[in-house]
């Protein structure tokens, strides 16, 4: 079911995927998701009494699992533009990222039908390309309707395409996967693929914003005290992977044994909706951004 979060807010979709539908009369949906996922949301939106005019679909990064959804929310919605930051808009230009991302998109309907989510497959639409209609920057203000807007937050550490968005009225932080990917209620998975200096600085300065609820684009959501806890464990998380991979690098071990060693550690409960090979290369990029630390 949809669910109100605040008087702007409705989170859709399913417990691995979110979409946030900000505002009332006139609306953006936050992240994109997965074509699976649209599923989801699609029942959701088809029991809704009142539908807002989506105007906008905000991609907060390109990484699969935040613009494969694209295609059909613009099937759903074809008056909506597409906006992005415009090195995500770059990516998602480029032909031979995007058959790489829906081949991953189908194997995660495939895992969406397995665990039930889904009653049958749905189809994964052919892309060449995603076109971006408006690039965001830093300090830009996203006008929602009726007086709300939203605050652009550049947010680089997981990606140099990530973005953050702030809700000022409603006091909800949009953080996309700038926190790490919550693996359960108590553990996150570090994800500073791009920097892990920057995905440091990212949380902590996400940190002073006064937030009430912070809208995570995957799994829980967090509110209340509970907003804290959760940037505390994502920089827990992100140090604590730094220290292993460094020491186990400073004592000369054997470079295999420590991707097996974080592969275990962290594959498990929710990041398994991922492909083995996909979280292998996620271990590839955590050990390459802490050796350039070093």
């Known amino acids: 079911m949809a669910m109100k979060l605040t008087e702007h807010v ?15 009369r006139e609306a953006v949906i936050v992240e994109c998701g997965v074509t699976g996922a649209v599923a989801s949301l699609y029942r959701q939106w088809q029991a809704m009494d009142h539908k807002p005019r989506i105007h906008l679909l905000l991609a907060m990064h390109a990484h699969f699992d935040h613009v494969c ?91 140099p395409c990530s973005l953050a968005a702030y809700l000022p009225s409603d006091q909800v932080m949009f953080l996309s996967d700038a926190g790490g990917f919550q693996i359960s209620d108590t553990d996150i998975f570090p994800i500073f693929f791009q920097s892990y200096p920057l995905y440091i600085e990212t949380i902590k300065r996400l940190m002073g914003y006064p937030t009430r609820v912070l809208a995570i684009p995957h799994q829980r959501i967090w509110s209340g005290s509970e907003v804290e806890s959760f940037y ?15 020491h186990h690098i400073d004592e000369g071990k054997d470079e295999d044994d420590l991707k097996e060693e974080l592969f275990y550690r962290y594959y498990r409960d929710d990041l398994s909706i991922y492909t083995t090979e996909n979280i292998g290369l996620c271990i590839d990029l955590l050990i390459r951004r802490v050796k350039e630390c070093l």
Do not use: W
Not at 11 to 22: D, K, L, T
Not at 104 to 124: C, H, K, S, T, W
Not at 237 to 246: G, K, P, V
């Open 69 to 159: 959804g694209i295609p059909t929310l613009q099937e759903l919605f074809p008056q909506a533009a597409v906006a992005a930051s415009k090195p995500a808009a770059r990516v998602l230009s480029k032909q031979k990222i995007l058959a790489d991302f829906f081949e991953q998109d189908a194997r995660m309907v495939d895992y969406l039908v397995n665990e039930g989510i889904l009653d049958e497959p749905v189809d994964v639409p052919a892309v060449r390309s995603i076109e971006v209609d408006r690039t965001l920057v830093e300090g830009q203000a996203v006008e929602v309707g009726d007086g709300v807007s939203l605050e652009i937050i550049e947010a680089p550490g997981h990606s």
């Open 232 to 246: 505390q464990r994502a920089l827990k998380s992100a140090q604590d992977a730094f220290e292993a991979i460094r």
């Open 10 to 24: 409705c989170r859709m979709g399913n417990r691995h995927f979110n979409f946030f539908v900000v505002g009332n």
